[in-house]
């Protein structure tokens, strides 16, 4: 179970984060504050796993929770639409992080936060350019190289990027309109390319080499 905190100064923004993410079977709601002061406070008490904020566009609340933050096991996933920002969060020494834009799904707020707890590094498919300096971009005529190892088939992409949701074969299936079995032959086929020895194992390796965007 992957504990939340929640910290916003706004008090309709930390009830509709509730709301959204208190479905989760595997996510649980240890509490929401209103900043870095009251974080500072409960943090210890919450044990939370992940705190999840909506920035408020200037960086200094971000500022504020990232130095309450450091030193611990307690990863950060902001919502915001600033490139400053993310920098703030790209410059950390957090265990895990993600930075998504404000309107991001129920869906992908979730898996943002599964990953940050994995210690992974989530970023919004918008600002991935932000991930290439500009001496390594790539122009059309030139794409990027594929990354290592055999590379994943459209459709084995498809069940990667479910699994990394946390969704179970049976539902990968129903999502994607094909049978338990194949879905089956799709994750053995993954875990046999990256390397992986588990579910967990295959979508944190398939992160890495860019098949997981949220």
Do not use: C
Not at 139 to 152: H, I, K
């Amino acid at each position: 179970m992957t504990r939340i905190l929640i910290v916003s100064a706004y008090t309709s923004v930390r009830m509709g984060l509730h709301v959204l993410l208190d479905r989760a079977d595997d996510l649980t709601i240890v509490g929401a504050v209103q900043g870095a002061a009251e974080l500072e406070r409960v943090l210890p008490e919450t044990r939370a796993d992940v705190v999840l904020t909506q920035s408020d566009g200037d960086g200094g609340d971000l500022t504020r929770l990232l130095e309450t933050l450091r030193g611990g096991e307690t990863a950060l996933v902001t919502m915001g639409d600033s490139h400053d920002e993310y920098r703030l969060l790209a410059a950390s020494l957090l265990p895990g992080w993600g930075y998504l834009l404000k309107d991001s799904e129920t869906v992908q707020i979730a898996a943002a936060v599964r990953a940050a707890a994995a210690g992974l590094v989530v970023l919004d498919r918008s600002l991935t350019p932000l991930l290439s300096p500009p001496s390594l971009s790539f122009s059309a005529d030139t794409p990027p190289p594929p990354p290592p190892g055999e590379a994943l088939t459209p459709r084995e992409s498809e069940v990667l990027q479910l699994m990394a949701q946390g969704l179970p074969n049976k539902i990968i299936a129903a999502r994607l309109g094909i049978s338990l079995h194949t879905v089956k032959f799709h994750v053995a086929a993954i875990l046999a390319k990256l390397g992986a020895t588990s579910r967990t194992e295959a979508v944190t390796l398939g992160a890495r080499r860019g098949y997981v965007l949220l």
